[in-house]
């Protein structure tokens, strides 16, 4: 992402209403078994939002909220990760272990239609991404 676009997604609103659009996802997809064919429209919405959303907001340069700050150092991550302490790089690596059992779940239980997989799969990735900004938080104070 260009600058300009990072500012916009440090906002906060941005950071949440992401957040907030993972259950409409997984709605959106769960429609196939009530709708058919059509719920690719609520997937295109959803996606459209995601694909939209981080310059959708007016740009935070300089970070005081949680959000903004976790955005902020994501892209110091990304652009200076071997820079980073060993602390902050293995807890990152680590945090997507979580992540992926919760994608694996979330898969499965799209797939099936089962709602316990789902929900847990779904909530293990949220809780990794909270953990993950929060240690990205630490990137960013350490870094400044």
């Known amino acids: 992402m260009k600058d300009e676009t990072w500012r916009r997604h440090a906002n906060p609103w941005s950071v949440w209403t992401r957040f907030a659009a993972i ?4 709605l959106a997809i769960w429609s196939r078994d009530w709708i058919g064919w059509w719920s690719l429209a609520p997937l295109a919405a959803v996606v459209l ?3 939209v959303n981080p310059g959708a907001f007016p740009a935070v340069d300089v ?7 976790g955005i902020y150092g994501e892209q110091i991550w990304l652009r200076q990760r071997d820079s980073l302490s060993a602390e902050n790089r293995r807890a990152l690596r680590l945090l997507v272990i979580p992540g992926a059992a919760g994608i694996a779940l979330v898969a499965w239980g799209l797939i099936a239609l089962d709602v316990w997989p789902t929900v847990f799969g779904a909530t293990l990735v949220v ?3 909270l953990w ?3 240690r990205l938080v630490r ?4 870094t400044v």
């Open 49 to 51: 939002w995601l694909v």
């Open 132 to 134: 993950r900004i929060d």
């Open 23 to 26: 259950p409409l996802l997984l």
């Open 127 to 129: 809780l990794a991404q």
């Open 63 to 69: 970070p005081t909220s949680w959000a903004s700050k």
């Open 139 to 142: 990137v960013y104070d350490d």
